[in-house]
T-cell receptor
Framework: GQSLEQPSEVTAVEGAIVQINCTYQ??????LSWYQQHDGGAPTFLSY????GLEETGRFSSFLSRSDSYGYLLLQELQMKDSASYFC????????????FGKGTTLSVSS | DAGVIQSPRHEVTEMGQEVTLRCKPI?????LFWYRQTMMRGLELLIY????????DSGMPEDRFSAKMPNASFSTLKIQPSEPRDSAVYFC??????????????FGPGTRLTVL
């Protein structure tokens, strides 16, 4: 079967650093993506890892360890506007473009 | 670029009625996806097309659901007859399908469907 596990909720305060973990078990693996979704909005692409290591995009970074079937999204200098749901998604094979999404992690940032 | 366009944005209908959701993908994208999102089940892939051809429809719940993509710039998702359990937000997404970021999906604003 295919499964992605991520925490359902995370809370933090402004200015803090938060790490959202994602572990996956899929029949194939080509890469790991992260998407952000604000309440009432559509998912939007944040980052992508195909190789092991850290990818940095401004305040957000994403990490992948293929041997551990594990990745995380790191959000630094948290702002209130970062309150949203964050989804990890696996690209199961190189040929296709379909994604398998996790259930999402709801991040609440307070002042 | 206008992004992925979906219509209607909201739809309220009665059980048994036919519902048609529409999607216009980003120009030049050759993969199109239909998702359903609910609190209980999260974001579920219903079907996806590549170059207008359905590739995987294993997520379509049952025969009441059907999807078409008659050309590269238009797709429909139809539910007939609709049931209250179909109430959800339906997203359409598209991706380039080629290049370094071929898998990055761009989502439309969604259609919030309520079946009474």
């Amino acid at each position: 079967g295919q499964s992605l596990e991520q925490p359902s909720e995370v809370t933090a305060v402004e200015g803090a650093i938060v790490q959202i973990n994602c572990t996956y078990q899929t029949s194939g693996f080509y890469g790991l993506s992260w998407y952000q979704q604000h309440d009432g909005g559509a998912p939007t692409f944040l980052s992508y890892n195909a190789l092991d290591g850290l990818e940095e995009t401004g305040r957000f970074s994403s990490f992948l360890s293929r041997s551990d079937s594990y990745g995380y999204l790191l959000l630094q200098e948290l702002q209130m506007k970062d309150s949203a749901s964050y989804f990890c998604a696996v690209i199961p094979n190189q040929a296709g473009t379909a994604l398998i999404f996790g259930k999402g992690t709801t991040l609440s940032v307070s002042s | 670029d206008a992004g992925v366009i979906q219509s209607p944005r909201h739809e309220v209908t009665e059980m048994g009625q036919e519902v048609t959701l529409r999607c216009k993908p980003i120009s030049g994208h050759n993969s199109l996806f239909w998702y359903r999102q609910t609190m209980m089940r999260g974001l579920e892939l219903l079907i996806y097309f590549n170059n207008n051809v359905p590739i995987d429809d294993s997520g379509m719940p049952e025969d009441r659901f059907s999807a078409k993509m008659p050309n590269a710039s238009f797709s429909t998702l139809k539910i007939q007859p609709s049931e209250p359990r179909d109430s959800a937000v339906y997203f359409c997404a598209s991706s380039m399908g080629t290049g370094v970021r071929k898998d990055t999906q761009y989502f439309g604003p969604g259609t919030r469907l309520t079946v009474l």
